[in-house]
C-alpha cells in the first residue's frame, strides 16, 4: 500500500563488479597531488564537524563563479547533479505537465521523473545519435513544460545541435542544458544564454574532472530563476567537508585539474585512433571523456575484458545502442592494456 506507486521502478545501477582497471564510470582517473591532499588534510581537521555547514555556501559559490565568469548569484549549488535533475523535476510547473528528453542518453531524467510520477516525453535520436527536428516537433505536440539535454551527450559522446536546444527553448519549454562533460569538449557552452534567459539553466559537474567523491553540481542560471530554484534547495545540502575540499581544489588546484583535462582530451583522441584500425569495430565521434565503440557482440567482448581485469560499460541494453562499449579514458598505461586486451579478444593483435 505505502509503496504502490513506485514499486514498479527500478533503481540506478552503476558498474561495480570489481576489476583492476575500472572505465566505467567516466571518472577522470588521476588522483590530486600529494600538495594538494595534505592540504586538504589539514583544513578538514580544521572543519566543525558538530555544525552545520554553511548553508549557502558562500565562500565556494564565489570561487565557482570566479571559473565560470559569472555571479554567486546565478548559481544554486547541488549534492552532485544528480540533486539539482531531481530538484529541476520536483518544481519546474506541475505534475500533470510532462517533462521531455530524447533517448538515449542519462538515465537520471527518467529515475526523477518516474520518482515523483511525472508523465514522460522520450524521443529518439538519429542513426547518428543527433537531435531531429521532426521527433522533436513530435515531442513537443505533448506539451512538456520542461526538457532535458545533456551535451556532450552520454552515452553516445556527441554533441547537439544548438539550434535545435534554443529552438525548444524558444517554444516556451523550460530548457535544461547538462554540460556535465563540456570541459572535454571544444564546442561553444551554453553559459551565456542561461544568464539572459528566464527558461534556459545549465547544469555542470566537479564529478567529471576529478572531485565525484565530493558530490558537488552546479546550476547556473538568471538570477531570478536561480532565486526561486534555490528556495527549493534542502538546506545544508552542501557539506562542510565538500566545501572545504571545493574551496581548495577549485582555487590552488585549478592548473593542476586543467592539465589533467588536457591529457584526458589526448589519451580520447590516441584511443579513438588506435580503435579505428581495429576491424569491425564502429567508433563513434565524442566530445566528452569516453569513447562509444560498436562491436560485434558485446556483451561477450564485456565480459571477457572483465576476464582480463578491464571494466568498461555496456550499452547494449539501451535504445539503438545494441553491442555498444562506452570506454572511459583512463591513464595512459591503463589505456595500452585495454587496447592490447581488445585487439587479442577480437582476434586482431597487431
Do not use: W
Not at 521523473?113 to 505536440?141: H, M, T
Not at 551554453?190 to 544568464?195: T, Y
Amino acid at each position: 500500500m505505502y509503496f504502490d506507486r513506485i514499486k514498479h521502478l527500478k533503481a540506478y545501477k552503476t558498474e561495480t563488479t570489481p576489476c583492476k582497471i575500472k572505465l566505467s564510470s567516466n571518472e577522470n582517473p588521476f588522483d590530486l597531488s600529494e600538495k594538494l591532499k595534505e592540504k586538504i588534510a589539514k583544513e578538514i581537521k580544521k572543519v566543525p564537524l558538530q555544525r552545520y555547514p554553511d548553508p549557502t555556501s558562500k565562500e565556494l559559490k564565489e570561487i565557482i563563479a570566479d571559473m565560470y565568469g559569472v555571479k554567486p548569484e546565478n548559481l544554486v549549488l547541488g549534492n552532485g547533479s544528480d540533486e539539482l535533475i531531481h530538484l529541476l523535476i520536483t518544481v519546474i510547473g506541475d505534475y500533470d505537465q510532462p517533462v521531455m528528453y530524447p533517448i538515449p542518453t542519462f538515465p537520471m531524467y527518467q529515475v526523477s521523473a518516474d520518482i515523483v510520477g511525472r508523465k514522460k516525453v522520450e524521443f529518439p535520436l538519429d542513426q547518428n545519435f543527433q537531435l531531429d527536428k521532426e521527433e522533436i516537433d513530435k515531442a513537443l505536440s505533448q506539451k512538456p513544460i520542461l526538457a532535458f539535454f545533456a551535451s556532450p551527450n552520454n552515452p553516445t559522446g556527441n554533441s547537439f545541435d544548438r539550434d535545435l536546444i534554443k529552438y525548444v527553448a524558444e517554444k516556451g519549454v523550460f530548457t535544461v542544458v547538462d554540460e556535465a562533460y563540456i570541459d572535454f569538449s571544444d564546442k561553444e557552452d551554453f553559459v551565456n544564454e542561461a544568464l539572459y534567459s528566464k527558461n534556459l539553466v545549465v547544469l555542470r559537474t566537479m564529478s567529471k574532472i576529478g572531485l565525484a567523491g565530493i558530490r558537488l553540481g552546479v546550476l547556473i542560471a538568471n538570477e531570478e530563476v536561480a532565486g526561486e530554484i534555490d528556495k527549493a534547495r534542502p538546506p545544508f545540502n552542501i557539506t562542510s567537508p565538500t566545501q572545504a575540499i571545493g574551496k581548495i581544489v577549485l582555487t590552488e588546484g585549478r592548473e593542476e585539474i586543467r592539465k589533467q583535462i588536457e591529457t584526458i582530451k589526448k589519451e580520447r583522441d590516441k584511443m579513438a585512433e588506435e580503435l579505428k584500425k581495429i576491424p569491425n569495430i564502429y567508433v563513434y565521434p565524442s566530445d566528452a571523456n569516453f569513447i562509444l565503440i560498436k562491436v560485434p557482440d558485446g556483451d561477450k567482448l564485456h565480459k571477457d575484458l572483465i576476464k582480463e581485469g578491464i571494466l568498461v560499460r555496456n550499452m547494449s541494453h539501451l535504445p539503438k545502442m545494441e553491442n555498444c562499449l562506452r570506454i572511459s579514458i583512463g591513464k595512459p598505461e591503463e589505456n595500452k592494456v585495454f587496447l592490447e586486451a581488445i585487439k587479442n579478444l577480437l582476434g586482431n593483435r597487431q
